[in-house]
């Protein structure tokens, strides 16, 4: 009896913290977090800086909650949100994204094919601040933090690449105007990179500034389509004539060849960087007792 009553916390320990158990209850969590992100924002449509102060709460709750699932369920720290080297990675984020996304824009333009016809006042580029904190912080807690870590654990960093790209992709298809191919592309383009970031700094804050650059400049500056969402007007005005495959059509640049370029490339150029570094974690049946 005394046995049984010793073994037992260890083994409940152990299953909460294992892969599966981290993907089912924290996955979950997270997911209803998101969406009350999605009813704040609704709820405080006509109020964007009410909807930005209420996210930013809910961003900062929901990586408490990821802190805390590490802490006491896990037993670990949490090395991937540590406040050192933060604001460096998500200043570099910040960069890459907006510069990726405008140099798709700029593209266009330089073939006609996105034109500016003025500019708006500038507090057209508030509300996009709500959307672009909500979706970088809980997507790169959820997709990269929860499953992708979890999926490593086990069978390592290149099946944890695939299945995490996959399955963002394909989240992607319960958005208003989504397609079967802009899914795709975003799970090609943005899975392989984002997953770069976190294979090439072990951490999830150079992700999170990409996510968050990349939607606000596509929304609040070029006022595109996010991913098949509504397109909201922000600081350009403009129009948009060409075709799908430079435009991405409805779902926005993100189905665009444009993007599949250029970040793919940045996300390989990543990978070949995290490779160099030695910070490719092997499926468990190939890592030594140490490396467990």
Known sequence: MTTLTNAQPGLVRRILGSPPARILILGFVLLLMMGLNEDVMKSFAALPFKAVQHILALCIAGIAVYLGFAHFVERREATELSTSGMGRELGIGLLVGAGLYTVCELVL??????RINGLNALTYMIPAIAMALSSSVFEELLFRGVLFRAVETWFGSWVAMVVS????GLSHLMNPEATLEGALFIAVE?????????????R????????MAWNYTQSAIFSGIVSGNEPQQGLIRSTVKGPDWLTGGNFGVESSVLALTVCTATGIVMLVMAVKRGNIVPPIWKRTAAER
């Not at 943005?190 to 072990?202: K, P, Q, Y």
């Not at 999830?204 to 996510?211: A, K, N, Q, S, T």
């Open 109 to 114: 333009m330089a073939l006609g094919i996105y």
């Open 165 to 168: 790209a996959l399955v963002f």
């Open 190 to 202: 943005a899975g392989i990179l984002l997953a770069a970031t976190v294979m090439l700094t072990r």
């Open 204 to 211: 999830l804050w150079l992700g999170i500034g990409f996510h």
